[in-house]
């Protein structure tokens, strides 16, 4: 069942992007505890290193999956 639907169109649509922003913080903290734990010293760029290269290979095998038949 959807958000908007249980709790109305307003408060349905605001627990969506709460749901997201969340999302991405989580990701965003993990992403720096893996920078803090790899090089404490460039814990910013590991983290946006790691963050970028999951994408990419997430992306990679959605496109794979998405181009081949059946």
């Known amino acids: 069942m959807y958000g908007r639907e249980r709790l109305g169109s307003f408060w349905g649509y605001l627990a969506g992007w709460a749901f997201v922003v969340g999302k991405t913080a989580s990701c ?3 992403a720096l505890t893996v920078g803090a734990y790899v090089w404490p010293e460039r ?3 590991v983290a946006v290193a ?3 290269a ?3 290979v997430n992306y990679r ?3 794979s999956r998405r181009c081949s038949p059946g």
């Open 28 to 30: 965003a903290a993990m």
């Open 43 to 45: 814990a910013h760029a």
């Open 50 to 52: 790691a963050v970028v």
């Open 54 to 56: 999951l994408t990419a």
């Open 61 to 63: 095998e959605f496109r």
